[in-house]
Each structure stands twice: as C-alpha cells, then as structure tokens.
C-alpha cells in the first residue's frame, strides 16, 4: 500500500472506515483478493513474487495492512518481504499488540515500512522509521510513504476527504455461502457512489498533482516526486494497482470491496460481506 487513510472508533455505527489504494509496478505479479485455500478465514489479495500481501481481513475481524517507507539510499535488495508482515498476522490471528511487540524485535531486517494490525475497537501502528509500537487513539488517521499523519498533501487530503463521508448504518445482508467453505466466486456490484463504498473508491481514484511547492523532497527528483503526488498514481510502469474499502460495523458485518487497475483503466470490482465470528469457529 502506498495510501491508507482511515476513520478508527469515530463513527457511531462503524469501528472502522478504511480506504487504500495500493501502488506497484505493473509487471509485478499479483492475485486479486479472495479467501485463501491454505487459511480460509483469511480474505487478501496475494503478491505472487514474495508471497505476502498489502492488505487484508479474517472472517474473525481482524485486519492488517502496510506501506512502504520511501528511502532510496538505504534500500537493501536482501531484506525480507514486507508482506510477510501482514500475512503472518492474517495467518495466525494473534494479539495485536503481542503481534507487534514480537516485530519490533526485528523490524530493522525490513526495508522502511510502517505496518498497521487491528482487531474492532483497536488499531497499532508500528514503524521501524518511527520509533516503537503504540495503540492509535480514535480518529482520523493516514499514511503514505513516510510515518503515521506526515503532513504530505496526499495524506491531508484523503483525511480531510474521509470526514465528510457519514455512511449510513450497515443493512442486515445474508452473506452468500457464509456457511460453507469459501470460494472463488466474488460478489460484484456497481461503483455507482449510492454507499460508502462508491464515495470511499472515489476519493480514492483522484488523480490530480499536487503544487510542486507542496510537494516532500524524499530523494527522488521532482519529476518523480510530482508523479507520486496524487492519490491515485497513474504512470507509464508504476502506478494505483488496487484501491480497498474496509468497512467493520459495530454490529459486526465487514465489508471488504477492492477494484483492480491495469494500467490505470479499471478493471473488476469485488466485494465481500459477512458477520464476525469467533478465531476458532473461523477456523472451522
């Protein structure tokens, strides 16, 4: 993920209102998400290259996602995948904080990132460019390429932009095939702004630069720098792979929506919705 922006414990029906787009190179391999056959309870896309993901949900309400911190000159091609980072917290379904708490012990092996775990009414945030774990107070938050709430004009934007979106209370759905094993079909319904879920993609797919004199110096040139600006990125070989909506209702439904992008041109809309249930009956 290069953009997460996220309401945490401020809605009265919602724990959690969450958009992402995740930004990559277009050649890099990658499966939409879906739950996993290996760990059924886990709901992700998967990058095929390392094996990880960016972003993702279990059927138990837990959630984790990461970005990438934007270093150039101290980028170590051996490091570990960042990914594993979120797909070992999927995976297993720890305590969030002991989760963390584990990681940090490590976090300098990993090139930058700042890592994201939550569970509903719980967020942490642990950064190897940002000093040790912490529990994140209820509000507005957003990340980027840098830490937690750098004031970049992408990340101020998205937040100001996902305060104005006051969706309505979750409507009881009867999940399809809630009760069987997952498959591989995926609900799709239309991106026509009438939920939260079209009003969040559309923050999302704003692809406007922003001033060059609002523009961070991260090391990478100007041209670069502006090309990376907006918070949807749209280049000739980089660019807005998948933009993610995560919703977790304080009555428990999750919904899970990720379009997909090659290119810059659309592609297909998924969109999964289920009850919470307990690790152990997720497992099962």
Same mark, same amino acid.
């Given at each position: 993920?290069?953009?997460?922006?996220? @309401?945490?414990?401020?809605?009265?029906?919602?724990?959690?209102?969450?958009?992402?787009?995740?930004?990559?190179?277009? /050649?890099?391999?990658?499966?939409?998400?879906?739950?996993?056959? /290996?760990?059924?309870?886990?709901?992700?896309?998967?990058? /095929?290259?390392?094996?990880?993901?960016?972003?993702?949900?279990?059927?138990?309400?837990?959630?984790?996602?990461?970005?990438?911190?934007?270093?150039?000159?101290?980028?170590?091609?051996?490091?570990?995948?960042?990914?594993?980072?979120?797909?070992?917290?999927?995976?297993?379904?720890?305590?969030?904080?002991?989760?963390?708490?584990?990681?940090?012990?490590?976090?300098?092996?990993?090139?930058?990132?700042?890592?994201?775990?939550?569970?509903?009414?719980?967020?942490?945030?642990?950064?190897?460019?940002?000093?040790?774990? @912490? &529990?994140?107070?209820?509000?507005?938050?957003?990340?980027?390429? &840098?830490?937690?709430?750098?004031?970049?004009?992408?990340?101020?934007?998205?937040?100001?932009?996902?305060?104005?979106?006051?969706?309505?209370?979750?409507?009881?759905?009867?999940?399809?095939?809630?009760?069987?094993?997952?498959?591989?079909?995926?609900?799709? !319904?239309?991106?026509?702004?009438?939920?939260?879920?079209?009003?969040?993609?559309?923050?999302?797919?704003? !692809?406007?630069?922003?001033?060059?004199?609002?523009?961070?110096?991260?090391?990478?040139?100007?041209?670069? /720098?502006?090309?990376?600006?907006?918070?949807?990125?749209?280049?000739?070989?980089?660019?807005? !792979?998948?933009?993610?909506?995560?919703?977790?209702?304080?009555?428990?439904?999750?919904?899970?929506?990720?379009?997909?992008?090659?290119?810059?041109?659309?592609? =297909?809309?998924?969109?999964?919705?289920?009850?919470? &249930?307990?690790?152990?009956?997720? =497992?099962?």
């Amino acid at each position: 993920m290069c953009l997460i922006v996220f @309401r945490h414990d401020d809605h009265p029906d919602y724990s959690l209102i969450l958009g992402a787009n995740r930004d990559e190179f277009y /050649e890099r391999p990658t499966t939409p998400a879906r739950f996993w056959r /290996e760990h059924p309870h886990v709901l992700a896309g998967r990058d /095929e290259r390392a094996g990880g993901t960016w972003m993702g949900v279990t059927r138990s309400g837990r959630w984790a996602a990461i970005t990438n911190v934007r270093n150039p000159g101290s980028h170590d091609p051996t490091a570990p995948s960042r990914g594993r980072l979120v797909a070992d917290f999927l995976e297993d379904e720890p305590d969030p904080q002991a989760y963390l708490e584990a990681r940090e012990r490590e976090a300098d092996r990993y090139n930058g990132f700042n890592l994201l775990v939550g569970r509903p009414g719980e967020v942490w945030y642990l950064s190897n460019a940002d000093g040790g774990r @912490r &529990r994140l107070p209820s509000g507005v938050h957003g990340l980027s390429n &840098r830490v937690l709430n750098a004031p970049w004009p992408k990340v101020e934007a998205a937040r100001e932009r996902i305060r104005q979106i006051d969706p309505p209370a979750p409507e009881p759905v009867v999940p399809e095939d809630d009760e069987k094993p997952p498959q591989p079909g995926d609900q799709r !319904r239309p991106d026509d702004g009438s939920d939260p879920v079209g009003a969040l993609l559309d923050l999302l797919d704003d !692809r406007t630069p922003f001033p060059d004199e609002a523009l961070p110096d991260t090391g990478v040139g100007l041209d670069t /720098e502006r090309m990376l600006s907006p918070l949807f990125i749209d280049s000739d070989t980089y660019g807005t !792979r998948s933009s993610t909506v995560l919703l977790i209702g304080r009555d428990g439904q999750v919904t899970f929506a990720e379009k997909t992008f090659r290119d810059g041109a659309p592609g =297909a809309t998924r969109r999964f919705t289920f009850q919470i &249930r307990s690790p152990e009956s997720a =497992a099962a």
